[in-house]
């Protein structure tokens, strides 16, 4: 089976930096996504882990650990406009898991 | 840029009624995905399509709905009937091919049920 586990609410700063984690267990794995979805939209790609290690892009990045089923989206600098829902979403066979996802809210 | 096309993008209407949705992918994408999100809740894959096959529906209320991609191009959801608890948002998405370890997805904008 699969089980995938999120925060389900997160509020910080602007200007500031925030970590999203995602546990999961899962009869497999080939990779894990990270997406972003504003209220109302659709998800948007963000990041793709398949090695362990942290991906960096730009204000944006992810970490990931197979051996522990652990993996974190690392927020920096944080504007209003990241004020969204994070999925995190773990891949085997061409099928995608999805999170129930966790709602940020930034501040002023 | 290319995107996923969803139709309609609203749609209300009463109970015990049957609805249709449709969702053209990417052009040259041979998995195509529909997801059900209730308001506030995550993404709960319906159906899966390889090409005109499906190749997971075991989260898919066969009772009510049905689904097919007659021409492995685009897709057509119907619920029938639809009832009160079907109200949520409906998403297509698609990617470039299913089998592989890397199948990042492209959503559409999605259709909003709401069922009165």
């Known amino acids: 089976g699969q089980n995938i586990d999120q925060p389900t609410e997160m509020t910080a700063t602007e200007g500031a930096i925030v970590q999203i984690n995602c546990t999961y267990q899962?009869?497999?794995?080939?990779?894990l996504f990270w997406y972003q979805q504003h209220a109302g939209e659709a998800p948007t790609f963000l990041s793709y882990?398949?090695?362990?290690g942290l991906e960096e892009k730009g204000r944006f990045s992810s970490f990931l650990s197979r051996s522990k089923g652990y993996s974190y989206l690392l927020l920096k600098e944080l504007q209003m406009k990241d004020s969204a829902s994070y999925l995190c979403?773990?891949?085997?066979?061409?099928?995608?898991?999805f999170g129930d996802g966790t709602t940020l809210t930034v501040k002023p | 840029e290319a995107e996923v096309a969803q139709s309609p993008r609203y749609k209300i209407t009463e109970k015990s009624q049957a609805v249709a949705f449709w969702c053209d992918p990417i052009s040259g994408h041979a998995t195509l995905y529909w997801y059900r999100q209730i308001l506030g809740q995550g993404l709960e894959l319906l159906v899966q399509?390889?090409?005109?096959?499906?190749?997971?529906d075991s989260q898919l209320p066969k009772d009510r709905f049905s689904a097919e991609r007659l021409k492995g191009v685009d897709s057509t959801l119907k619920i029938q009937p639809a009832e009160l608890g079907d109200s949520a948002m409906y998403l297509c998405?698609?990617?470039?091919?299913?089998?592989?370890?890397?199948?990042?997805?492209?959503f559409g904008p999605g259709t909003r049920l709401t069922v009165l």
């Open positions: 998405a698609s990617s470039l091919s299913g089998s592989g370890t890397y199948n990042e997805q492209f």
């Open positions: 979403a773990v891949s085997l066979a061409g099928k995608s898991t």
């Open positions: 899962t009869s497999g794995f080939n990779g």
């Open positions: 399509f390889q090409d005109e096959s499906v190749v997971d």
């Open positions: 882990n398949v090695l362990d």
